[in-house]
């Protein structure tokens, strides 16, 4: 599995992931609330943004590619059920309202992935989830062990890959083919066995050394510094352009 | 002394808690690589991934409370940038975006399952009654907010999100009884 994060020393990589996160709710408000001319100051930004953080086109394309076949059934959707004036004088359906309304909704919709690829571009995925558990500090211990879940989770994830890959070798090797139900329980099956033996290691070991989930999981801290109160004033600014003056 | 002793207490009473937390992010971790297990079916051009199978697998092996955990754990996985969601996307914008419903939905249904299945006798019509409500929550949740944040009718979003994947989900529920029933020796929580 490749991860997005990319290392680097640029503006957005040095802004704290808690101003980061709060940034990106703040751009997904004006996503969804910009009208329509303010959409292309956005993906301007986005575009200079990205340039400056050191990202590629292709890294920019890699985000977006995944949900790429949805939004075009929901772009098709609009097009074909919108009422309104033809967009062809032959032909009753692609109508022009459709075309816009449909257009403008996927718009958004890229714009949103793009700022996220943006912001798990340059921030790496403990950063984030440590804004996360700061964020979630007003609910008890529950933000603390949640961190402490997803940091085990994404320790997980690289054994459980290795694992469903041997797996499926080894099944192979005895003459099951990948398909249908029958080779879906002969690779899920052991899979679970082989991970919940790992787990309960991993549990005892954890256990054994007097870990329990009432202690500090972060024993680092990180205050905020001057670029990130910048950032936030930018946002401000721009928010009050796009939706008071567009 | 007693210091000693109150500690040891202190430590039994949250000795218990750790094995469940870290079934939860095993949970979310196998739900993260059910996004890329394809199997290809000789009946239905679109392969089967499966998100929804481990979804509805935490909710009845978990119970309700640990799998919803799990389920928000997976979506934070997500969220902080690893390539899980369905297709390897990843990110807030995912969540907020048209088919983020489907990812709260999960957290959700894992806890609906759970709770259903927990209630009734362990018997396999309890565990089907439960898997198809944890599956109605998922499409709730969905299709809501995709016609919502998509700006469809009702009836045009549950055509894109939610017909074209019931086949599979009728096969995901077998598959997720049969594999339930043969793992259920080897889980030693709680």
């Not at chain 2, 799990?70 to 390539?83: A, E, K």
């Not at chain 2, 362990?122 to 499409?139: E, R, T």
Request: aromatic content about 12%; glycine content about 10%.
């Amino acid at each position: 599995m490749i991860g997005i994060y990319g290392h680097g020393r640029s503006y957005m990589h040095l802004l704290d992931p808690r101003t980061k996160l709060v940034l990106m709710a703040g751009m997904s408000l004006l996503i969804y609330s910009a009208r329509p001319p303010a959409l292309a100051i956005l993906l301007g930004l986005v575009l200079i943004v990205s340039r400056t953080s050191g990202m590629t086109v292709n890294r920019l394309v890699q985000g977006v590619r995944p949900v790429l076949i949805f939004f075009g059934v929901i772009f098709l959707t609009h097009l074909l059920f919108t009422p309104g004036d033809p967009l062809f004088v032959w032909l009753p359906v692609p109508t022009l309202a459709g075309f816009v309304t449909g257009g403008v909704l996927v718009l958004r919709f890229m714009l949103l992935i793009l700022y996220t690829s943006i912001m798990i571009y340059t921030t790496s995925p403990s950063g984030l989830n440590y804004a996360l558990a700061c964020f979630l500090r007003p609910f008890g211990s529950f933000g603390s062990d949640l961190a402490f879940m997803t940091g085990t989770a994404m320790t997980l994830l690289p054994g459980l890959f290795r694992e469903k890959d041997t797996i499926t070798k080894a099944q192979a090797a005895r003459g099951y083919k990948p398909r249908g139900l029958k080779g879906f329980t002969a690779l899920v099956v052991p899979l679970l066995h082989r991970s919940f033996q790992r787990v309960d290691e991993l549990s005892d070991a954890l256990e054994s050394r007097c870990f329990h989930s009432k202690r500090r999981y972060y024993y680092y801290r990180r205050s905020l510094a001057m670029r990130d109160y910048v950032a936030v004033g930018v946002y401000l600014v721009l928010a009050v352009v796009i939706l008071f003056f567009l | 002394m007693t210091c000693r002793l109150t500690i040891f207490v202190d430590t039994m009473n949250e000795y218990t808690k750790v094995k469940p937390l870290i079934y939860a992010a095993l949970f979310a971790a196998l739900t993260a690589i059910g996004a890329f297990i394809k199997i290809p079916l000789p009946i239905s051009p679109v392969p089967l991934t499966l998100q929804v199978f481990f979804v509805l697998l935490a909710g009845l092996v978990l119970g309700a409370r640990l799998g919803g955990t799990s389920m928000v754990v997976y979506v934070v996985l997500g969220i902080i940038g690893l390539p899980v969601f369905s297709g390897g996307s990843s990110g807030l914008g995912v969540l907020l975006g048209p088919t983020g419903g489907y990812l709260i939905g999960f957290v959700a249904a894992a806890f609906v399952t759970g709770l259903i299945y927990n209630k009734a006798a362990n018997s396999k019509p309890s565990a089907i009654g439960a898997m198809i409500a944890g599956l109605f929550v998922i499409y709730l949740f969905g299709v809501v907010q995709l016609s919502f944040i998509a700006n469809m009718s009702i009836q045009q979003a549950v055509a894109v999100g939610m017909v074209p994947f019931l086949i599979g989900d009728a096969i995901k529920i077998i598959a997720v009884l049969i594999v339930a029933d043969r793992i259920r020796p080897f889980l030693t929580i709680s």
